[in-house]
């Protein structure tokens, strides 16, 4: 059974960082299409980064420059380093699964294991 388990979320003021990680147990991080999805009040869930087991990794138009994922396969988590930071970034941040070695595109429908999300909150 995959579990995964978000931690770092926090307010923060615009224009700031923050680094959010994810324990992942059963499956390894290495090897599988794993990422980060938000979802604000209202919208629709945005994948925001994902990445395979290539190591190749895509990041939509709104926060490509800003956010950095990465794992570390020692400890099988996987990280996303959010900066400059605005009230749009704003939203609930999911660490999610998928059964494929590679990603393939940004659609949230993909991930089929989601961890229980962690709050992230921007102020203007």
């Known amino acids: 059974q995959v579990q995964l388990r978000e931690s770092g979320g926090d307010s923060v003021q615009t224009g700031g960082s923050l680094r959010l990680s994810c324990a992942i147990s059963?499956?390894?991080?290495?090897?599988?299409?794993v990422g980060w999805v938000r979802q604000a009040p209202g919208k629709e869930r945005e994948v925001v980064a994902n990445?395979?087991?290539?190591?190749?990794?895509m990041y939509p138009d709104s926060v490509k420059g800003r956010f950095a994922i990465s794992r570390d396969n020692t400890k099988n988590n996987l990280y996303l380093q959010m900066n400059r930071l605005t009230v749009g970034d704003t939203a609930l941040y999911y660490c999610?699964?998928?059964?494929?070695?590679?990603?393939?595109?940004?659609?949230?429908?993909?991930?089929?294991?989601w961890g229980q999300g962690t709050q992230v909150t921007v102020d203007s």
């Open positions: 990445i395979d087991r290539n190591d190749m990794m």
């Open positions: 999610a699964a998928t059964v494929n070695r590679r990603c393939y595109t940004l659609a949230a429908e993909d991930f089929s294991s």
């Open positions: 059963g499956i390894l991080v290495k090897d599988f299409c």
